[in-house]
């Protein structure tokens, strides 16, 4: 037999475990299912926008790698690509294909920390972020060889990158480009059946297509609706 | 890759439809009067061939004579996507009518915009700083405030 319980309100956060971006949320819980969520948004906020309204254009660069510390390379890339667009400035083709390759690459690392740190906040402690840190790691290494930074990459300019790549970088993208899909089939062996994840996310807190698209979900949200 | 509509094609049908709507259409937007936004954002919507059922991002602009808001549209159907523009004038209570009566994911961009720009969007259901702490003073991202 059911037995009802009366909703109550607790408050999650700032200081919350998973504090990967702080944030609050005032959760209704009626049991252990959640019935009303209200999110309390700010304790990150910055005012970037506003700190670089008084910077010149190429002074916003470094700004934009710490607007989202696992897309430094993504960050540069989109700011750069407007500013180019807005002043009408060539880019090299070689500059081109780099920005390509570090924007890949900068996917992969993130993706590698995002899955790691779920799975970590679902309660499979570590081993599995591990196995995704060693290949994350990797790429960590190759931005260390081109632009001499592991988190904050200040890569891009207006109008290319601020250097070329040294030798040994081609080799060791070579490598890790090799070893990857051996990787994925890895991860895809302790995941795609590993209990602790199944159970705390199939069936759960689902998010209709329709309502999905009208909230305006996107990326591995908007995916995973359908 | 998603087309990006020509504003002026989309804008000849708009004025069609809505006379005097439409303020100017270029190839990369549309400005529209802002007493036809939540008509012509319907509009936009629910024409089968338009189909603009996702809603990317809202934002402002401050040119001081007046603000501008920018709405930018995807159909995930057709992909296709275009820029809609109004501009609200007056510092001391600028206000725009709501859209989150059509897409909900323009609730917390618009108290994005409220917070930091500080124009009003009625019929929200729910407008309050979403950034800042209530009782802040000012809306930092104006020009004016320094």
Same mark, same amino acid.
């Given at each position: ?12 956060? $700032? ?55 696992? %897309? ?9 690509? %407007?500013?180019?667009?807005? %002043? ?6 070689? %500059? ?23 799975? !970590? ?13 060693? #290949? ?29 790549? $040294? ?13 990857? $899909?051996?990787?994925?089939? #890895?991860?895809?062996? *302790? ?6 994840? *199944? ?7 689902? *998010?209709?297509?329709? *309502?999905?698209? !009208?909230?305006?979900?996107?990326? $591995? ?6 | ?34 007493? +036809?936004? =939540? @008509? ?7 024409? @089968? ?5 996702? =809603? ?7 040119? &001081?004579? /007046? +603000?501008?808001?920018? &709405? ?16 609200? /004038? ?6 725009? @009518?709501?859209?989150?009566? =059509? ?21 929200? @259901?729910?407008?309050?700083?979403? +950034? ?12 004016? &405030?320094?």
């Amino acid at each position: 037999m059911a037995i009802r319980t009366e909703p109550f309100v607790i408050n999650m956060g $700032p200081q919350h475990p998973s504090t990967h971006g702080v944030f609050r949320m005032r959760v209704t819980l009626d049991g252990e299912v959640v019935i009303d969520l209200e999110p309390v948004f700010g304790y990150l906020h910055r005012g970037i926008e506003k700190l670089v309204e008084g910077r010149t254009y190429t002074q916003i660069i470094p700004i934009t790698d710490r607007l989202d510390y696992a %897309a430094s390379m993504s960050n540069n890339l989109a700011y750069v690509l %407007a500013v180019e667009k807005l %002043a009408g400035i060539p880019v090299p083709e070689r %500059a081109e294909y780099l920005r390509v390759i570090m924007a890949e690459l900068q996917r992969i690392a993130s993706h590698l920390l995002g899955v790691g740190s779920f799975l !970590n906040d679902c309660g499979a402690f570590f081993t599995p972020f591990m196995y995704m840190w060693r #290949e994350r790691e990797k790429i960590v290494d190759l931005f260390d060889m081109v632009c001499g930074q592991r988190l904050t990459y200040n890569y891009m300019r207006i109008g290319g990158v601020s250097h070329d790549v $040294p030798d040994e970088f081609l080799v060791a993208l070579d490598k890790f480009v090799k070893s990857m $899909p051996h990787f994925i089939d #890895e991860y895809d062996q *302790l995941l795609a059946e590993n209990e602790i994840l *199944l159970v705390r996310s199939k069936s759960v807190g689902i *998010l209709p297509k329709e *309502l999905a698209i !009208n909230s305006s979900a996107s990326g $591995p949200v908007l995916r995973g609706s359908g | 890759m998603t087309l990006a509509l020509s504003g002026k094609e989309v804008g000849t049908g708009l004025e069609e439809k809505f006379p005097g709507s439409i303020v100017e259409s270029s190839q990369d937007s549309i400005l529209v009067k802002s007493e +036809f936004l =939540l @008509p012509v954002a319907t509009y936009l919507k629910d024409t @089968p061939e338009l189909d603009f059922n996702y =809603l990317a991002s809202v934002t402002a602009v401050d040119y &001081y004579d /007046y +603000f501008e808001v920018v &709405y930018h549209l995807t159909s995930l159907p057709h992909n296709h996507s275009l820029v809609l523009k109004t501009r609200c /004038y007056g510092r001391d209570n600028p206000s725009l @009518p709501s859209v989150v009566s =059509l897409w909900r994911g323009a609730d917390y961009q618009e108290r994005e915009v409220y917070d930091l720009m500080g124009i009003s969007f009625t019929g929200h @259901p729910n407008l309050k700083r979403i +950034f800042l702490w209530e009782g802040f003073e000012g809306h930092p991202l104006r020009r004016d &405030y320094l």
